[in-house]
């Protein structure tokens, strides 16, 4: 047997799936009710929908013989309503399947041959395209004649270029995958390759498209109906009776209102059984991927908030506070039912002029940590639970109104991100991004915004700022973005600044000079610094004291030197082992062995303990607390003191 | 900016003669003699000859179609044998109503469209979202055909607030005014199912624009939130519909068909619908043909335009 990639028709939970799918469930009981009704017409108490009664004509709804009325020929509505409903959903079905089969056909032909045939086929697809697509039918109904055969025709053709295209694109990532190279080594034949290997892989994207235009087709074909083009007399489907009932819609409006509400309610029942297939075969639309985050981290309220502080009143620190002081910070993800704890009691303290560095391996929870700072941290799924932070000793920055928070983001406290290129808008040009956060804080004209922008470009090193300030991100390197972003940072002379990798983005050199720039920067403004890292040393020549992290808490934190030269926590230890140092290349680079735990499985002792040579029982049994080990010390490990002869 | 343009223009050069290449094939695709079926009711041995001659229909299909764009590339698209009037005459009447009808309703359907998939995005899960998606399922699943019928009885039957139909020529003697009163409902009608599918794609694009790194940045520096979503997502959602926009055009253009004749609007819609029960395919081929031109030109507009508002596709395109 050939391995093939799983095929989402297998699994069994794409059926369970779109029951859960309220809106879904409903379309197809619309689409159901309609095509039971239609298939059961013959069997059906009908009257001949051709039998004229003119005595009887122009019944309104409701009358004693015709549940719907009667037309202007008096024959019955109801029965010409079903039996309709019966030719409309044929013709529109047999459309999309002529579509499907030759627009897939095309598709499969075109990605799996290539070169020249690809071309060819495809511009002549594209010739379809571009033309406005009812006109195209129209134009072939004028040359075949008015029918509802050569209509049904025309709807197909005009449908063809979108099966093409989108089968075309889905065989093309297809082919080059290694089960097609295993069939054609095994000797398959082109014709077996495409059928039994391709399609069944390209099914999800035919049935995506089949369920997008399943409703235009039966439209279309109900709409040549109506312009008389389609189905002729006697015969009638939906479309032809809308357009019979126009001419006397004002006497008698229910002989083209009744076929006109059921295709609108035929074609809302597809379309709503057509998003809920695509919602679920089309990977990048699934639910909640698409969630938008909110202005503002959810925060919960003082009132049921574990270690909300008074939102004001006197610091526990006396005269001169901490700049900022974070105390017990819970963050967490809520995705479905799991709750992913990404930093759970966090502390931290930034005097002024600190520089603090935050260490850790990703998902360790130090970016979270300082996105929540100013309510940074995406919601949904993101939600800070407990915890308070106190800014400048007065307010508690996770109880401030949003318009408080927003006078404090980009002034007082600033951040500079991770990757330049996506941290800057593509279309601005980069100087209107600077004046901008100027402008905000300051209060200043458009023109003293832009020119202190071009001033801050030219302090962070770019040269020709002026020049540069009216260019886009995308024509600047890497550095020259980066330096754009700290001066964004800069411009308000912040009293924190809150620095997340800013450098991983970057090569070595740029690196180091971007570094040295910030360093030299924040020593001329004074302003505290947070520095998040995943590399030691950078901490050891930017930092003074260090906070490293481990699965959202902190496990150590100290003066950098203190905690470099004697660490107390096994994670510590390990990660220092891991950096290379200049001059003993034989060192070999202890990676710590094992994974961190996943943040939603936390175990209920020490974290760490499945990846810690030293650990004990004792460790395993209770949430090991953050102590004091040493001056201006803390470490959360029960063995910290063993670890000085270890 | 200006080359670009230039280069756009050559690049429609290839795609109208694509264009020529189909709409001249339709008579090919008539079954039997297509000197008959043009001809209909008049073809007496005299015109079957002459017309054969006129079109060269008795020469192989390359010749054909040679002299057939000679033609076109002079303005001669033949004569129509139903109304006995020159094809291209009765085109250019015909041209300037469906244009402003089509028109009209892109400028609803882009405004409406893009206010309404904005607006659902940014209260995403919301009553304004829940409301609008619905009425947006509603807008794409609604046949013009009907809804046309259905708002000329509410709005010109029952409350008599606009005409049923009846513009016979564009500026005939009621001005400007007179042109939108009657201009109102057929332009809403076409446009419903398009504003549906820009609102959607527009949410969509919104969507994923507001989980950018750049507008977290436009936040962290404390930008109102009316600035992060007007200066910040919404240009670079909007760059993304624009295109949309363009493939919108065609579906108006199409959709016109159906809304001239409910309204009795006298533009290449209701025209073609006539010439096809005449059969009368010379005319239908050159509505065809001058539609689709114009579909590739408003394809353009919006490119350029998309252009313009997005500086990486200026530099990164060769």
């Not at chain 1, 908030?305 to 809520?334: I, K, N, V, W, Y």
């Not at chain 2, 250019?92 to 659902?120: E, K, M, N, W």
Request: charged share 15%; hydrophobic share 50%.
């Amino acid at each position: 047997m050939m391995e093939r990639p799983a095929c989402p028709w297998r699994r069994p939970s794409i059926w369970v799936r779109l029951s859960r799918n309220h809106l879904a469930v409903l379309g197809s009981t619309i689409v159901a009710a309609i095509v039971l009704v239609a298939l059961l017409a013959p069997w059906l108490p009908l009257v001949d929908p051709n039998l004229t009664a003119p005595a009887d004509r122009l019944q309104p709804p409701l009358s004693p013989t015709a549940l719907l009325g009667t037309d202007q020929l008096g024959r019955d509505v109801l029965s010409r309503l079903i039996w309709g409903t019966r030719v409309s959903l044929a013709v529109g079905l047999s459309a999309t399947l002529i579509a499907a089969v030759a627009g897939s056909g095309i598709g499969l032909v075109a990605a799996y041959v290539g070169g020249p045939v690809d071309q060819a086929l495809m511009r002549g697809i594209d010739m379809l395209m571009a033309f406005p697509y009812l006109l195209l039918a129209l134009a072939i109904v004028a040359a075949l004649g008015p029918s509802l055969m050569n209509a049904l025709l025309a709807i197909s053709v005009v449908n063809i270029p979108f099966f093409a295209r989108a089968v075309r694109g889905a065989t093309l990532s297809l082919v080059r995958r290694e089960f097609i190279d295993a069939a054609r080594l095994a000797g398959y034949s082109r014709f077996r390759i495409l059928t039994s290997e391709l399609l069944p892989n390209v099914m999800p994207v035919i049935v995506i498209t089949m369920s997008t235009t399943v409703g235009w087709m039966i439209l279309e074909t109900a709409g040549l109906s109506f312009l008389g083009l389609g189905a002729q007399p006697p015969q009638a489907d939906l479309g032809s009776m809308l357009g019979d009932g126009r001419r006397i819609v004002v006497t008698a409006p229910h002989v083209a209102a009744v076929p006109g509400v059921l295709i609108l309610v035929l074609v809302i029942g597809i379309n709503l059984v057509g998003d809920g297939l695509r919602d679920i075969l089309d990977p990048r639309l699934k639910a909640g991927a698409l969630s938008r985050p909110v202005a503002r981290t959810a925060t919960m309220p003082a009132q049921r908030r574990p270690g909300a502080l008074p939102s004001t009143g006197p610091s526990e620190h006396g005269s001169s506070p901490p700049l900022l002081a974070m105390h017990g910070l819970d963050t967490q993800f809520e995705i479905g039912r799991e709750v992913y704890r990404a930093a759970s009691g966090v502390d931290l303290t930034l005097g002024r002029g600190d520089s603090l560095g935050v260490v850790g391996e990703s998902g360790s929870g130090k970016s979270v940590t300082a996105l929540s700072v100013l309510g940074l941290v995406p919601t949904p799924p993101g939600r800070i639970t407990g915890g308070s932070i106190r800014f400048d000793g007065t307010i508690d920055l996770l109880d401030v109104p949003l318009s408080g928070l927003q006078d404090l983001r980009g002034g007082r406290i600033a951040y500079i991100f991770q990757d330049p290129l996506t941290t800057l808008n593509p279309l601005m040009p980069v100087g209107e991004q600077v004046a901008e956060t100027v402008q905000r804080h300051q209060g200043l004209s458009n023109r003293g915004a832009w020119a202190q922008a071009v001033e801050w470009l030219d302090r962070v090193g770019l040269r020709a700022p002026a020049e540069k300030a009216r260019a886009f991100p995308h024509e600047l390197s890497g550095g020259q973005r980066q330096r754009v972003v700290i001066a964004m940072a800069l411009a308000n002379r912040p009293d924190v600044l809150i620095a997340d990798e800013p450098t991983t983005a970057l090569d070595v050199t740029t690196q180091a000079r971007i570094l040295d720039l910030v360093n030299d920067l924040r020593r001329q403004s004074g302003a505290a610094l947070l520095f998040i890292t995943h590399d030691l040393g950078v901490i050891a020549t930017l930092c003074t004291r260090v906070l490293v992290m481990y699965a959202g808490q902190v496990v150590e934190s100290g003066p950098v030197a203190a905690v470099f030269a004697t660490p107390r926590h096994p994670y510590t230890r390990g990660l220092l082992a891991c950096v290379p140092v200049l001059g003993q290349p034989e060192r070999a680079l202890d990676a710590i062995p094992g994974l961190p735990p996943p943040v939603n499985r936390l175990p209920r002792g020490c974290a760490f303990a499945d990846r810690c040579p030293s650990v004990v029982a004792a460790c395993r049994q209770a949430p090991v607390p953050l102590r004091p080990v040493g001056p201006a010390r803390t470490a959360r490990c029960l063995r910290a003191e063993d670890g000085l002869h270890g | 900016m200006l080359s670009y343009v230039a280069k756009r223009l050559l690049l429609a050069v290839p795609v109208l003669f694509g264009i020529s290449v189909i709409v001249f094939l339709i008579i090919s695709l008539i079954p039997g003699d297509p000197a008959m079926a043009i001809l209909g009711a008049y073809a007496t041995p005299e015109n079957v000859a002459r017309i054969n001659r006129d079109l060269g229909l008795d020469q192989p299909l390359p010749v054909q179609f040679g002299t057939w764009l000679a033609g076109v590339l002079q303005g001669d698209l033949g004569r129509s044998y139903s109304l006995n009037r020159p094809v291209v005459d009765e085109v250019a009447d015909r041209f300037g109503p469906t244009l402003i009808l089509a028109l009209a309703s892109l400028a609803l359907c882009s405004l409406f469209g893009v206010v309404a998939g904005v607006a659902a995005a940014v209260r995403q899960y919301g009553w304004t979202d829940r409301v609008l998606t619905l009425l947006v399922l509603i807008g794409i699943s609604t046949p013009s055909f009907f809804l046309g019928i259905m708002l000329i009885l509410w709005f010109s039957v029952g409350l008599g607030w606009f005409p049923t139909g009846g513009m016979y020529a564009l500026f005939g003697g009621g001005g400007v005014l007179d042109l939108l009163h009657h201009l109102a409902l057929p332009a809403v009608t076409l446009a419903v199912v398009a504003t549906g599918v820009i609102a959607r794609l527009t949410r969509l694009n919104m969507l994923e624009v507001l989980r950018q790194d750049y507008v977290r940045t436009a936040r962290a520096k404390g930008l109102r939130e009316s600035a992060v979503i007007g200066r910040h997502a919404f240009r670079n959602a909007l760059v993304n519909v624009i295109p949309v926009i363009g493939i919108q055009a065609g579906f108006v253009l199409g959709g016109a068909v159906y809304v001239e004749t409910v309204f009795q609007w006298p533009g290449i819609g209701r025209m073609l619908v006539t010439a096809i029960s005449m059969r009368d395919i010379l005319l239908v081929q050159g509505g065809v043909l001058v539609v689709a031109a114009s579909f590739v030109s408003i394809n353009l507009v919006t490119d350029v335009v998309q252009v313009a508002l997005d500086p990486r596709l200026r530099t990164v395109r060769r």
